[in-house]
């Protein structure tokens, strides 16, 4: 798919998304001195995203399809689970020397000290010193090409979705260059090095930049409250003020699933509820925790100041931690066939990864894979959310026996 400047694309400019993106890298952060409180921070990525939704809707009505899913996948490229691209940064700075035909020792050293730590960042400054575009450069690339060209890429890693690898057979399959050429060559700097980020899954290190030129004033200046990085709830909130959104993610946590959900007609909108084969977002807050000392130091956990002064009893309960797995189990329970499917805690399919515990999970279940389910322990479908530990006989694996006494 080869783009030239002068066919520009119908549908939302990727440059028009990436100027969002622009104006949130903008926001100033508060540094740790100042008298900005943690709890009660500014939000002006929040501010921000509000406008150019706004303006979207505004300059693009109606929204082409998939606008929703695209946007989303984009901003929050962490959360698109179905698209592995195999690149970190060492091979994707490769890749795109090779695309723009530049030097890759302007990108090699992007983790050196005096540089950013951002490959993304490291890519603007070098194209900047050779491009040729104008400021306010427009891509002929929309942002439904760029997803459709994402794809494309993600399909030449074992590790994305069936979905994803079915889309492009391998026999027809073209390899990672010229994708990545398609991908970049007509972008400016500045909407390439966003690019990059996306393919990386991090745009926190290019849309909350610090500003200190020395790592150590960085450090000593700025702390976990000194940005509040805009969050896929609020996002969706903004997006969708009846908060259907939200609501769906909660229970089926991929974009796509419940953008393309959103842009049907509400009357035509499946119902809210868990669906076998979609993973569930962990949505509930986990509560914060202390790694104990020590005994003494452990139990000053379980008792106030007020509670020692009364010297009130207070009960305690204490367990071995077992390392495991973590996983979510759908189980599909249907006459003459029961099936599991296995999500990682990524909310990754990892059913083939995991097929050495298929058996464990059913025995665990009471269930068979011809249906012949009479010992069964469930009755219908069921998506369970476990800790996978190993077990050697009686004794869990990975567990320390205590020492006897000399």
């Known amino acids: 798919m080869s783009q030239t400047s002068s066919d520009l694309a119908d549908g939302v400019p990727f440059s028009c998304f990436c100027s969002l993106l622009r104006e949130i890298s903008k926001a100033p952060s508060h540094k740790v001195s100042s008298s900005h409180r943690y709890g009660s921070p500014s939000?002006?990525?929040l501010n921000i995203f509000r406008r150019w939704v706004n303006k979207l809707r505004k300059d693009f009505l109606p929204l082409p399809p998939g606008t929703?899913?695209?946007?989303?996948?984009?901003?929050?490229?962490?959360?698109?689970h179905h698209r592995k691209f195999d690149m970190q940064e060492k091979r994707l700075a490769r890749n795109i020397a090779d695309s723009f035909g530049i030097d890759q020792a302007f990108l090699e050293n992007w983790l050196c000290e005096n540089?950013?730590?951002c490959l993304g960042e490291e890519l603007r400054l070098a194209l900047e010193r050779t491009s040729t575009t104008v400021g306010g450069h427009i891509s002929p690339l929309s942002i439904a090409q760029v997803d459709e060209l994402l794809d494309e890429l993600a399909s030449t890693s074992g590790y994305s979705h069936?979905?994803?690898r079915k889309k492009y057979p391998f026999n027809k399959r073209r390899a990672r260059l010229p994708i990545i050429k398609d991908l970049f060559r007509t972008l400016s700097p500045i909407d390439a090095s966003f690019l990059t980020q996306i393919i990386l899954k991090d745009l926190?290190?290019?849309l909350y930049p610090l500003r200190d030129t020395h790592y150590i004033a960085s450090l000593m200046g700025h702390n976990t409250a000194s940005v509040k990085m805009l969050c896929k709830e609020d996002a969706m909130n903004i997006w969708d003020p009846s908060k259907w959104m939200l609501n769906s993610y909660r229970v089926k946590a991929t974009f796509a699933e419940i953008a393309n959900e959103?842009?049907?007609?509400?009357?035509e909108r499946n119902p809210n509820i868990p669906k076998i084969g979609v993973p569930v977002a962990?949505?509930?807050q986990i509560p914060k925790s202390e790694k104990g000392r020590n005994p003494r130091h452990a139990l000053q956990?379980?008792?106030s100041r007020q509670q020692k002064q009364r010297k009130q009893q207070q009960q305690v309960w204490a367990e071995t931690k077992y390392d495991g797995e973590r996983a979510q189990i759908h189980v599909e329970v249907r006459p003459g066939q029961t099936t599991i499917t296995i999500f990682s805690k990524s909310r990754r399919d990892s059913t083939l990864d995991r097929m050495a515990v298929h058996d464990v999970v059913y025995r665990a279940l009471g269930l068979t894979k011809n249906g012949d389910n009479r010992q069964s322990k469930v009755g219908q479908n069921v998506i369970l959310d476990a800790e996978m530990v190993a077990f050697d006989g009686k004794k869990i694996d990975g567990a320390i026996t205590p020492s006897p006494p000399a």
């Open 301 to 303: 956990y379980f008792c």
């Open 262 to 267: 959103f842009e049907r007609p509400s009357s």
């Open 68 to 80: 929703t899913a695209t946007v989303f996948k984009m901003l929050f490229p962490e959360e698109d």
């Open 162 to 164: 069936e979905s994803v």
């Open 204 to 206: 926190r290190p290019i």
């Open 115 to 117: 540089a950013s730590g």
């Open 282 to 284: 962990h949505w509930w």
């Open 43 to 45: 939000y002006p990525a």
